[in-house]
């Protein structure tokens, strides 16, 4: 399994790093710090091997997850993409679903959601 996480905080990426990691011991982890790299990253990923899951916080530098999101599920329809975020807009978390976000995950809340969401149980 392959995930890619995408968030411009360091710290943050540690903790949901940590939690994935912790569910899913011998997950594949590549990180990016902009919604840039995670459309690169992705794009990278289409020879193969290709992620499983991708987890985009909402504001981030160059490209925000939702442009992000717009753009990666132009060409996967299928492709698991939760937003992360410490506080969604109901607004934001409209358009996301319109564009095909299939979870959010509050940073500063639980993560109850998590293990379905990776698929263990």
């Known amino acids: 399994m392959r ?11 540690m903790i949901i790093c940590k939690k994935v990691k912790t569910l899913v011991p011998t997950i594949q982890i590549i990180q990016g710090v902009n919604g840039q ?5 992705y794009n990278s990923s289409l020879g193969g091997p290709a ?6 916080d909402c504001l981030m530098p160059i490209k925000d997850g939702l ?7 132009a060409k996967d329809k299928d ?3 939760v937003m992360l975020t410490a506080n969604i807009q109901e607004m934001v978390k409209a358009r996301a679903e319109e564009l095909g976000c299939n979870a959010f995950l ?9 293990p379905e969401l990776l698929g263990v149980n």
């Open 3 to 13: 995930a890619l996480i995408v968030d411009d905080s360091a710290l943050s990426r």
């Open 37 to 41: 790299e995670a459309v690169d990253k």
């Open 51 to 56: 992620f499983d899951i991708i987890f985009l």
């Open 67 to 73: 442009e992000v999101l717009e753009e990666i599920r």
């Open 79 to 81: 492709i698991k993409i």
């Open 106 to 114: 509050n940073k500063t809340q639980g993560d109850a959601m998590l």
